[in-house]
Structure formats: structure tokens, C-alpha cells
């Protein structure tokens, strides 16, 4: 919520576009708390999870995860 908390000001709420917001399960730089309370705050964002990603969710362990999940929003 902290990293979060230093984007208030940005106006994310103005954004009409579908977001995607994809994260790792074994993120340990972004806690996924802090992730969904950004997601929450953009009006057409979708969350997703991919359990076994770290940070960086297109090159973790299961890229076909990734690549299933950014097919399916687009």
C-alpha cells in the first residue's frame, strides 16, 4: 500500500481504457495488495493472477500463462 499510496495524485480513475493488471504470485517487490488496490482505482482494469510468476510475470517459469492471459484480454 505504500508504493500505491505515492501514486495518489496521478488521476488513474480518468483512464477509459481496458487495463490489464497482471501479477505474480511470488512477486516480491510488489506485494499483491498494493497491486490490487491500484488496479481498483482504474474504472475498466482486470486483475489477473499467475501463482508461479515472480515480478516479472513474462519471463517467470510459466510464459504460457502469460501469453494465454494477454491473448485473452486483447
Do not use: C, K, N, Y
Amino acid at each position: 500500500v505504500m508504493q500505491v499510496a505515492a501514486l495518489t495524485p496521478v488521476p488513474f480513475e480518468d483512464v477509459r481504457v481496458p487495463t490489464l493488471f497482471l501479477h505474480g504470485g511470488q512477486d516480491t517487490v510488489v506485494p499483491r495488495q498494493d497491486a490490487e488496490a491500484l488496479e481498483a482505482r482504474f474504472p475498466r482494469a482486470e486483475f489477473r493472477l499467475i501463482p508461479s510468476a515472480g515480478h516479472l510475470v513474462q519471463l517467470g517459469p510459466d510464459v504460457a500463462a502469460f501469453r494465454e492471459t494477454l491473448r485473452a484480454f486483447v
